[in-house]
């Protein structure tokens, strides 16, 4: 059975990072059709729309749910050669690509951390028509977002090792009685 505090941990990191990206998501819809209606029934469109939606609820809706999808193993995966391997093969190459993933998603973290952390020190922001709006906290949205999957990805390998689980089986309901997320 996968201890409680990993099932806690990956299931506040979850549900955290789904609602944020849903709030991105309902914040996005209001924000264009209060623009559109502003727009075609004063004839005074928000000014800003643009800059927030691409600096902050894009990044949300688009980055945050990778998470998700990788606890809920919602990835699209081709296994046409692996398929025919013994199961032990199997399950040590996905080891090895969930230890290699790991490791591109912690590349990915630090480089956008420190994307993030020159943003941050030099206050970036974008100026719409007369606008300023600070986009410096959006950009903090990719490096959480990568290595909390890069240790997912750690804490799969982890479980598979000691836990003797197979693909899959971490964090699914139904699955050899483990708990779920």
């Given at each position: 059975?996968?201890?409680?505090?990993?099932?806690?941990?990956?299931?506040?990191?979850?549900?955290?990072?789904?609602?944020?990206?849903?709030?991105?998501?309902?914040?996005?819809?209001?924000?264009?059709?209060?623009?559109?209606?502003?727009?075609?029934?004063?004839?005074?469109?928000?000014?800003?729309?643009?800059?927030?939606?691409?600096?902050?609820?894009?990044?949300?809706?688009?980055?945050?749910?990778?998470?998700?999808?990788?606890?809920?193993?919602?990835?699209?995966?081709?296994?046409?050669?692996?398929?025919?391997?013994?199961?032990?093969?199997?399950?040590?190459?996905?080891?090895?690509?969930?230890?290699?993933?790991?490791?591109?998603?912690?590349l990915l973290a630090a480089q956008s951390w420190g994307q993030a952390?020159?943003?941050?020190?030099?206050?970036?922001?974008?100026?719409?028509q007369t606008t300023k709006i600070l986009i410096w906290p959006s950009?903090?949205?990719?490096?959480?977002?990568?290595?909390?999957?890069?240790?997912?990805?750690?804490?799969?390998?982890?479980?598979?090792?000691?836990?003797?689980?197979?693909?899959?089986?971490?964090?699914?309901?139904?699955?050899?009685?483990?708990?779920?997320?």
């Amino acid at each position: 059975m996968t201890p409680r505090w990993i099932i806690s941990l990956v299931r506040g990191a979850d549900r955290a990072l789904v609602a944020i990206a849903s709030l991105g998501l309902m914040a996005m819809m209001l924000h264009i059709c209060l623009d559109i209606g502003a727009s075609l029934l004063l004839n005074a469109p928000i000014a800003t729309t643009s800059a927030i939606v691409t600096s902050y609820y894009m990044i949300a809706v688009a980055f945050l749910p990778i998470y998700t999808a990788e606890v809920r193993n919602g990835h699209i995966g081709v296994n046409l050669v692996t398929a025919t391997l013994p199961v032990r093969v199997q399950n040590w190459l996905d080891m090895l690509m969930l230890s290699l993933t790991a490791g591109v998603y912690a590349l990915l973290a630090a480089q956008s951390w420190g994307q993030a952390v020159k943003k941050f020190a030099v206050n970036d922001y974008v100026v719409e028509q007369t606008t300023k709006i600070l986009i410096w906290p959006s950009y903090f949205m990719l490096p959480v977002t990568f290595a909390a999957v890069a240790l997912l990805m750690l804490a799969k390998v982890a479980l598979r090792l000691s836990y003797g689980m197979g693909p899959g089986e971490e964090f699914l309901p139904g699955r050899k009685g483990h708990d779920h997320v």
